[in-house]
């Protein structure tokens, strides 16, 4: 079955540092991936996606590259500020499945 | 275009009890979704109904269960509750076609249940 895995968080930077939050994801098929975003005390909302391999998505200076060959969507933004502190899901969508299978998220605190 | 609402926000009740959550999808959207969010076990799924059918559903007990309307609105319902079912449950709507933009979905700000 299809599986998303994304590495523990927290993960806590300093404001102006470089973020990267790891991806991997196990799927039949040639799915489609995607970021979500959860602010405290909100619902999750899309940030950025791709839907094929070697796309890149990007979003609010947030970008993603679909890599099949290593089966991975990495998150990076190369300058995080404090409004970007939040839980951050990676999702796909594959097999003509109507339902995302969800990573378990990363939680990334920004500090002044 | 208005966003995915549900209510109530925030809701307290005692084991044993029944509760039900209403969602309104963003107009045009024909599915609508069910998630649990807990600490513990993160995002869950729990169904997936799609022109007032339940399309799909997740590993959840019969004590949960849905409904959607002919304009779309959904409703969850989870009876005899325990403890355990303290969570934010989630909605979320989509057009519900059978690709990509599937996995695009809209989420409402959840309803935060605490059982008691």
């Known amino acids: 079955g299809n599986s998303v895995t994304q590495m523990e968080g927290p993960v806590t930077l300093s404001e102006e540092a470089f973020l990267t939050i790891n991806c991997t994801y196990t799927?039949?098929?040639?799915?489609?991936l995607f970021w979500y975003v959860q602010y405290p005390g909100e619902g999750l909302q899309l940030l950025l996606k791709?839907?094929?391999?070697?796309d890149k998505g990007s979003n609010k200076g947030f970008e993603a590259t679909y890599r099949k060959e290593t089966t991975s969507f990495h998150l990076e933004k190369g300058s995080v500020q404090v409004s970007d502190s939040a839980v951050y899901f990676c999702?796909?969508?594959?097999?003509?499945?109507?339902?995302?299978?969800f990573g378990r998220g990363t939680s990334l605190i920004v500090h002044p | 275009k208005a966003g995915v609402t549900q209510t109530p926000r925030y809701l307290i009740k005692t084991r044993g009890q029944q509760v039900t959550l209403s969602c309104s999808p963003i107009?045009?959207?024909?599915?609508v979704s069910w998630y649990q969010q807990t600490p513990g076990q993160g995002l869950q799924f729990l169904f997936e109904?799609?022109?007032?059918?339940?399309?799909n559903k997740g590993n959840f007990p019969g004590r949960f269960s849905g409904r959607q309307f002919s304009n779309s609105r959904s409703e969850m319902n989870v009876s005899t509750l325990e403890l355990g079912d303290s969570a934010l449950y989630l909605c979320?709507?989509?057009?519900?076609?059978?690709?990509?933009?599937?996995?695009?979905?809209?989420f409402g700000p959840g309803t935060r249940l605490t059982v008691l």
């Open positions: 979320a709507s989509s057009l519900g076609h059978r690709d990509h933009r599937v996995g695009v979905q809209f």
């Open positions: 799927a039949t098929g040639y799915p489609s």
């Open positions: 791709a839907t094929k391999a070697d």
């Open positions: 999702a796909l969508i594959s097999g003509g499945s109507y339902i995302p299978t």
């Open positions: 107009s045009g959207h024909r599915s």
């Open positions: 109904y799609f022109s007032e059918t339940q399309r």
